[in-house]
């Protein structure tokens, strides 16, 4: 089945320790991206990537870092998370631009 | 940079009533592409539509159509037939294929929460 895994779905963590929100995604899409989803805005990119160790910056990159090592796998990074990250995230990969983006069931994380 | 704007924060329409989600856009770039999803209280973002920007034709997907008016930047998600089901929000969203800002996948707009009444 097509589909883009996170790992995991619900996180509550203390500010300042380091985590990692996995994403997996099995279709060989070249495209894939981090969201947060925070209530009146909507969806806001965090980072992308376009291909293997091809990543760049979205509207809202502050506090998170990324890697793309291989081609199915794209990590989230918060090294020192604070409570302002408190939201929910989306990891989406697709084949192109202009082709559909398939999302992953999100992660709800809460940073006291 | 593009920008999506949804107008309306809440909708509520009559079951079996077609309704429309109005979604207007900002890019200077010729080339893009025009989505919408639906979330459902469970989370998930579900693919319902996508228009090209050269696309002649409105795109339509069963009771989903996309009214795209390219000169006044609007594409407008029109469910016809309203469905208990069809309760959610709606994300109009967009991706441009070339320029500067190409491969950042989609810019969304701030969603609108349909509820449908029985």
């Known amino acids: 089945e097509a589909q883009v895994t996170q790992n995991p779905r619900y996180l509550i963590t203390v500010t300042g320790k380091k985590l990692t929100v996995t994403c997996s995604q099995n279709?060989?899409?070249?495209?894939m991206s981090w969201y947060r989803q925070d209530p009146g805005l909507g969806l806001r990119q965090i980072y992308y990537?376009?291909?293997?160790?091809?990543?760049d910056k979205g509207d809202v990159p502050e506090g998170y870092k990324v890697s793309r090592k291989e081609k199915r796998n794209f990590p989230l990074i918060l090294e020192s998370p604070s409570p302002n990250q408190t939201s929910l995230y989306f990891c989406?990969?697709?084949?192109?631009?202009?082709?559909?983006?398939?999302f992953g069931q999100g992660t709800r994380l809460t940073v006291v | 940079a593009q920008k999506i704007t949804q107008t309306q924060p809440g909708m509520f329409v009559q079951e079996k009533e077609a309704v429309t989600l109005d979604c207007t856009y900002d890019?200077?770039?010729?080339?893009?592409?025009l989505f919408w999803y639906k979330q459902p209280s469970s989370g998930e973002m579900i693919f319902l539509i996508y228009?090209?920007?050269?696309?002649?034709q409105n795109a339509t997907e069963g009771r989903y159509s996309l009214n795209f008016q390219k000169a006044r930047k609007s594409a407008n998600l029109v469910i016809s037939a309203s469905q208990l089901g069809d309760s959610a929000m709606y994300f109009c969203a967009m991706s441009l294929y070339w320029g500067n800002n190409a491969g950042n996948m989609l810019t969304f707009g701030g969603g609108t929460r349909l509820m449908v009444k029985p």
């Open positions: 228009q090209g920007s050269y696309d002649q």
């Open positions: 279709m060989n899409h070249e495209y």
């Open positions: 989406a990969s697709s084949l192109t631009e202009n082709t559909e983006a398939f």
């Open positions: 890019t200077s770039d010729p080339s893009y592409g």
């Open positions: 990537s376009m291909n293997v160790e091809v990543t």
